[in-house]
């Protein structure tokens, strides 16, 4: 049964915990064990809540209307920069370890929890989100169930090493600059960055107020539109989360290809590349249908304007800790931030006025496209510590540079679906990008990918 449930989807979960089938108290014991089995290899768990989670199962299994709770008994985790009512929210920091413990949750778990899932722990990340790799000097590097040799990816390498390795079905990240979609593509899960303003990020510790969204990772489509679907919904304590009906996705999944138009983005998106980014993005273009090719304008420097803008905001928000605690920093982000805090306002606002345009300019494709496909990461993971890799001969830090096709997108707040293809020996993802609020096609398309094997997420052999 252990094995069994360590790869059952949410969707399947639901049904036979709904159903009476299966108990919520055995999901969770099941879960429970496994993690505490796996987590040691793989370490994406930095806190387990094992009574909270029992109490909110055996709470599930004695509700007479269980069979109408969409997520009913379905484990999941959360990145530690969520807030989890008594747990201090460490945003994978030494510092944060001496803050009062939350008092509330942050309103995505609540919501979830609304659903009938049931939250079981806390998972690693890049200290303070300011990460590509998964490592993280305080609780050690996430590794990627594929090969623990190698990164999950970050800044959401916990969450992604969760769901990949068979820990739970549905996990919480947050991406900035590509932190859920580089773990997807890494560790071979499905993700999803929502509009900007769509999902509350109230109750989680920020990173870059103007670029953060969260969103879920899953092994299916179908788990990660139930998870959205769960989480939609205006939040005034979020200042960014726009007041829009809801508009749920899971219905629309059936739907598929049909009437969609779909593009594969070139140039940029192309240049530095390696061969097994191209093969992905071959494999789910031909299944997708997308023959035409369209040039993002100006992608290069909508990167750079993302780092100006990450960097600065970053630097700003954390200044005082920096003032007074600079050694417990990890040397890499404090250096980081500390350059930043130097970066002139006139070359900030170059950097915002540039998104202005870009964004506009952007927004025009999709008069012609409903969707447009580009490699998530350049390559498959690298080794942890990995510090260098090369890119069109060229030898490049890997920190920076495995975000260099998701930062020109999450830079305007586009919705997109990582998916990741099962490639061997290990898996890559692309990205199917949709106009703003448009959610539910980018997940047509996931589901459609999917349906014909072009995309998977694949089963480590653990």
Known sequence: MSEDLAWATASDIARAVASGAASALDVIDDTLARIEERNPALNAFTAITADRARAKARAIDARPDKATLP????????????????????????????????????????????????????????????DFTGENVHDGPSRNPHDTSRMTGGSSGGSGGAVAGGMVPLALGSDTNGSIRVPSSFCGTFGLKPTYGRLSRA????????????????????????????????????????????????????????????AVAGGYFHKGAFAEALDALARVAKAAGA?????????????????????????????????????????????RLIAAAMVPATLVDKAQNFRRWYRGEVLKLFARYDAILAPATPCTAP??????????????????????YT????????????????????????????????????LRIAQALEQTGAAAAPRPNL
Not at 72 to 100: E, H, Q, Y
Not at 213 to 222: E, N, V
Not at 413 to 421: K, T
């Open 71 to 130: 997520l009913a008994g379905v484990p999941f985790a959360v990145k530690n920069l969520f807030d989890i009512a008594g747990l201090a929210t460490v945003a994978g920091s030494k510092i944060n370890r001496a803050r009062a413990k939350a008092t509330r949750d942050s309103p995505l778990i609540e919501k979830l929890e609304a659903a009938g899932a049931v939250l079981v722990g806390a998972l690693n990340m890049g200290e303070y989100a300011y």
């Open 203 to 262: 109750r989680s510790f920020p990173f870059v107020a103007s670029l953060d969204h969260l969103g879920p990772f899953a092994r299916t489509t179908r788990d990660l539109a139930l998870s959205y679907d769960a989480m939609q919904g205006f939040d005034a304590e979020d200042g960014a989360c726009v007041e829009r009906p809801l508009e749920p996705a899971t219905p629309e999944l059936a739907r598929g290809l049909s009437g969609l138009r779909i």
């Open 291 to 335: 023959t035409d090719v369209v040039e993002i304008p100006e992608a290069a420097r909508a990167r750079a304007a993302a780092y100006v803008i990450t960097a600065t905001e970053g630097a700003a928000l954390h200044l005082e800790r920096l003032r007074q605690q600079a050694r417990d920093f990890d040397p890499a982000v404090r250096d």
């Open 383 to 404: 080794k942890i510590g990995q510090q260098t890799f090369v890119i069109d001969g060229v030898e490049l830090p890997v920190r920076p540079n495995v975000g260099i």
């Open 407 to 442: 930062q020109p997108i999450s830079f305007i707040g586009l919705p997109v679906v990582a998916v990741p293809v099962p490639l061997t020996p290990l898996p890559i993802a692309v990205q199917v990008i949709a106009a703003p609020w448009r959610e539910d096609i980018a």
